[in-house]
């Protein structure tokens, strides 16, 4: 998959709009406390400005439904900016009226503005026509660099390619890294590849589980999802999280497995318990010995230690799901030392976004990783094998 590179558009001192994704988290004072989409956008921006361009740029920030929400501005994404930058970084009051469409048209080379959320707009999330041409109307060139959000069909991922030719649009870095990791992945991987899958349900990661096994050596299973096939092979599982109309499809991919030589794992122990909560009375059991009303909410210790000889001579492994209740303490062991063993390994390592990305970084080894997508969903989406809306107009033709 080749994708329009902004190398080979010429943005030389021209206005760029560059589509980023600053969706990161903010404490309760409006605190960043993980920059880390901020900083992924640094090369494209960097690389603008040394182009000479004028850079407009743009992001949702949270679910403000198309109400303008203080709560939501982008104001913190300004500051940091700033910092990262060392430029000056101008903050438009609204997304296209007046503000910002005047302070785009006044922009130099050199400058930098940020607009306000887009999600301001109710036209943002419906991919509406005229917000689109709107945003196009403030530049020459448009660059997508938000891969988080490149699953969507929104007016400034999508409806805005539409106002610009070939030469005028391109992918950022950060875009283009992400897609080409994972097209990698997918299309030539480094044998043995084994992917990690978890989470909460089995309906989440179908399309990714189906679309991954005729591509892996091996699947281990962890998280929620794990209840669903191993009730479908006859197991007691009490109370955990069950998929019961997923019963038959989880056979059939273990059948799937079976018939292409994918070796599927299941965990074979888990931490019970009485109920779903932090403080909740808990026990080591193996599966088949869930006391009945209780649920497993994280693999145990000899499915630790299964998985890591399981993953001890594969050359790439994919993780996608925590293997258990990860935001409560008492659950989150068995992700720790799976994401300890991954970041120890000599294997090339990927870790989709979102809550894998969340753990690994709580426990400060997201510099260990290969790479970690700054997209939950649209790395997922990646996964099942989908073009994304947001990246097939920028394919190279031919
Ligand atoms: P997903 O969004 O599908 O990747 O699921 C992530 C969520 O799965 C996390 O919030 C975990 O708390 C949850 N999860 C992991 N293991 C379990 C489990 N055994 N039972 C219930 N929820 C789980």
């Known amino acids: 998959m080749q994708l329009l590179s902004i190398k080979d558009c010429d943005i030389k001192n021209k206005k760029v709009f560059i589509r980023c994704d600053f969706n990161v988290p903010i404490d309760d004072y409006g605190n960043i406390n993980d920059d880390r989409r901020i900083r992924s956008a640094i090369a494209t921006i960097q690389f603008c400005l040394d182009q000479g361009c004028a850079i407009i740029l743009a992001s949702h920030f949270g679910r403000p439904k198309g109400e303008v929400d203080p709560k939501y501005s982008l104001a913190p994404i300004a500051r940091r900016l700033n910092q ?92 283009q890294k992400e897609i080409q990791f994972f097209s990698t992945l997918l299309e030539r991987p480094v044998r043995p590849f084994a992917a990690i899958v978890g989470g909460s349900k089995v309906s989440g990661k179908l399309e990714a589980l189906i679309n991954l096994l005729p591509r892996v ?38 059948a799937e497995a079976k018939r292409l030589g994918v070796k599927f794992y299941l965990p074979v122990d888990v931490v019970a318990a009485e109920k779903f909560a932090p403080d909740a009375a808990s026990r080591l059991c193996t599966v088949q010995e869930i006391p009945s009303g209780w649920m497993g909410l994280d693999i145990g210790p000899a499915t630790v230690r299964l998985y890591r000889q399981v993953l001890n001579d594969v050359q790439t492994i994919l993780w996608n799901g925590p293997m258990g209740v990860y935001e409560m303490d008492r659950f989150a062991r068995g992700s720790n030392k799976i994401a300890h063993f991954v970041a120890d390994s000599y294997a090339t390592t990927v870790v989709g976004g979102g809550d894998t990305a969340d753990l690994v970084q709580r426990i400060g080894l997201d510099e260990e990783i290969s790479f970690i997508s700054t997209g939950g969903g649209a790395s997922l989406e990646l996964l099942e094998g989908k073009i994304l809306p947001g990246v097939k107009p920028l394919l190279k033709k031919g």
């Open 217 to 254: 050596d091996k699947v281990l299973i962890g998280g929620g999802m794990a209840f669903t096939f191993l009730k479908a092979l006859g197991y007691n599982v009490g109370n955990s999280l069950v998929e019961d109309d997923l019963l038959e499809e989880a056979l059939n991919i273990m």
């Open 84 to 175: 990262l930058l060392r430029v000056d970084v101008k903050m438009a009051e609204d997304v296209v009226g007046t503000s910002a469409m005047s302070l785009a048209k006044a922009l130099k080379s050199g400058e930098i503005l940020l607009l306000e959320n887009l999600r301001f707009e109710k036209g943002e999330t419906k991919n509406d026509p005229a917000l689109s041409a709107s945003l196009a109307s403030m530049a020459e060139v448009y660059i997508n660099d938000a891969f988080g959000v490149s699953h969507r069909a929104h007016s400034s991922v999508e409806g805005i390619t539409a106002h610009f030719d070939d030469a005028h649009k391109a992918a950022g870095f950060l875009l």
